[in-house]
């Protein structure tokens, strides 16, 4: 059987929970991510985000027409496809205001106005020894570091200068430090770090929300401050 190639849609009854879409099941296929700073599973694609989530246009050919006239930039960088990826903590910067992509209390993304558009919390997924003690780390947003500071963590969040290409402050994923839960079935949840716990092969994890202990899994957390924000 021959090879179809990649396509650039995607049922919308299959597209991720974190994606909210009231019409979810008017049409039958939506606007597929192209490959990018984020995965499939943990992103949407700009123009779904223009037209559905913002509402900034009501078609994609409108969205187009505004991309292409570098009216709406990135992490400070003009992006020109609607199937450009956009995921968490990503800042939208556009003639309206700027805006960053996070989670509404039931997991879902939402835009919400931001004065820091020149920095971006990312939280280091990878770390890998380098040559002549460097060692280069991974953020969830697909960019890479090299640095010679070994405090540095996989879990750690940083407070990322997008301009510049410097990491501004650190904020380990300690007890007593503010969180967010990212994913599981209390993804969008904000609370304090009550207690991590160390079980074999895995690492729980006790946040404290609104007065109620939720366990959830160490990779589920995303620690931040809210200045970041």
């Known amino acids: ?27 039958k296929y939506i606007r597929r991510q192209a490959p990018g700073p984020h995965t499939i599973y ?5 123009g779904v ?15 187009s027409f505004l991309l292409n006239k570098g009216a709406i930039k990135i992490d400070g960088k003009a992006r020109k496809g609607t199937d450009f990826p956009i995921g968490f903590m990503d800042c939208i910067e556009m003639k309206g205001g700027n805006y960053r992509l996070v989670l509404d209390s039931k997991g879902r993304y939402t835009a919400e ?7 971006k919390p990312l939280k280091i997924t990878n770390k890998v020894v380098l040559a002549k003690g460097k060692y280069q780390i991974t953020f969830h947003d ?4 090299e ?13 990322y200068d997008t ?6 402050d650190v904020l380990k994923p300690e007890e007593g430090a503010t969180c967010i839960i990212i994913e599981g ?39 931040v401050k809210e200045e970041w924000l």
Request: aromatic share 6%; net charge positive.
């Open 1 to 27: 059987m021959a090879n179809k190639g990649t396509r650039n849609h995607f049922k919308r009854s299959s597209i991720p929970d974190k994606v909210w879409i009231r019409n979810k099941k008017e049409y």
């Open 42 to 46: 943990t992103s949407l694609s700009l």
């Open 49 to 63: 985000l223009l037209r559905d989530i913002m509402k900034v246009v009501d078609t994609l050919n409108e969205a």
């Open 113 to 119: 106005k931001t004065e820091n558009k020149e920095s």
């Open 142 to 145: 697909g960019r890479t570091k």
């Open 147 to 159: 640095t010679k500071d070994n405090s540095l963590r996989v879990g750690d969040v940083v407070n």
């Open 163 to 168: 301009s510049k290409n410097e990491i501004k």
């Open 185 to 223: 079935r209390h993804a969008g949840q904000k609370g304090t770090i009550k207690k991590l716990a160390e079980k074999s092969a895995k690492k729980d994890i006790t946040v404290d929300v609104e007065g109620k202990d939720i366990i959830t899994r160490y990779n589920y957390i995303f620690p």
